[in-house]
């Protein structure tokens, strides 16, 4: 096995195929709405990460109806993941976060909730409440982090507004209520090394998440890092670069974390640059192609 496949996970563990839904609700972010910064991250754009999901204005209840009607059909599938994708999805009244919530849980067909969030916007209750939820509906629970980078030079660039240890601390937090955690992460950072990616690798393999999600380092439009791009501020990566240090990421990643994607996608009109003008696929078999040549796997390198 060369690395530790979403897919194969989702069949251990469910015994078929299960697809995730996406969730797109009102919320915002520290790093936008005034508490940290105004700005955001120099990557995000308006619309967040949401770019395959339905309009925020119709109910939770809706949406997921609408994707588990269209993913069934087109998959025959019968178990899905409701993953409140968008923005910081814990940063908002506690009563608000758990009616949304809840809106999914009675749904026989969902087998997991996947919450997407910032490391420094998950406290005790939000814990707390989905342990709960976990226990009573038998239930998997994963909050997906966006992290990109545990150096902290990095983050600052990035204009993240959180640390590394905020990241641990999360991570710290979900252990204890028995929750699982995802790690966001980008490999073509310019201003990094491979040698940065590598430790990147390390740090998540020995605080023990339970995912990852790669993602290349795409521009959007009407961005702070769109506006670096188009005044060459900023001189990204190339194809083999991203590669060379996927791989790397992969070799010193621990075998048993779950690698839910390699790369990630964007809406060819939203963005200046992304993937290197290549499909997503072509580049995830050049990894694939250059491990099995190499004789690289997951965990390789790790002592």
């Not at 204005?57 to 949406?63: A, D, E, F, R």
């Not at 409140?84 to 849980?105: A, D, M």
């Not at 983050?155 to 991570?171: A, E, P, Y």
């Amino acid at each position: 096995m060369l690395y530790y496949k979403f897919s194969n996970y989702l069949k251990e563990l469910y015994g078929e195929k299960v697809y995730k839904i996406p969730i797109n609700i009102v919320c915002s972010c520290p790093n936008r709405d005034g508490t940290k910064d105004t700005k955001g991250c120099i990557f995000c754009g308006d619309d967040g990460a949401g770019f395959e999901t339905i309009e925020n204005s119709i109910p939770i209840k809706i949406q997921l109806q609408k994707n588990i009607e269209y993913m069934g059909r087109k998959y025959k599938s019968k178990k899905f993941i409701a993953y409140f994708q968008n923005y910081s999805n814990t940063y908002l009244p506690i009563n608000q976060f758990k009616y949304n919530i809840e809106q999914v849980i009675t749904d026989k067909r969902v087998c997991a909730i996947y919450i997407a969030t910032r490391p420094d916007c998950i406290f005790d209750e939000h814990c707390a409440y989905l342990k709960n939820i976990k226990d009573m509906y038998h239930i998997d629970i994963v909050v997906e982090f966006g992290l990109q980078s545990t150096n902290d030079d990095t983050l600052l660039f990035l204009n993240r507004h959180h640390t590394f240890s905020d990241f641990k601390k999360g991570v710290e937090l979900l252990k204890k209520y028995n929750l699982e955690v995802c790690a966001h992460m980008i490999n073509d950072i310019p201003t990094e090394s491979i040698d940065d990616v590598i430790n990147s690798a390390k740090e998540l393999s020995i605080l023990g998440v339970n995912q990852v999600k790669c993602h290349s380092l795409y521009v959007l439009k009407n961005t702070q890092l769109g506006y670096m791009y188009e005044n060459d501020e900023i001189t990204l990566l190339e194809l083999q670069d991203f590669i060379d240090r996927t791989i790397a990421f992969l070799e010193y990643l621990d075998k048993n974390i779950v690698v839910q994607r390699l790369i990630g996608r964007a809406p060819k009109e939203k963005t200046l640059f992304c993937n290197f003008g290549r499909n997503w696929r072509y580049i995830v078999e050049k990894i694939e192609k250059q491990m099995i040549l190499e004789g690289s796997y997951q965990g390789i390198k790790i002592l």
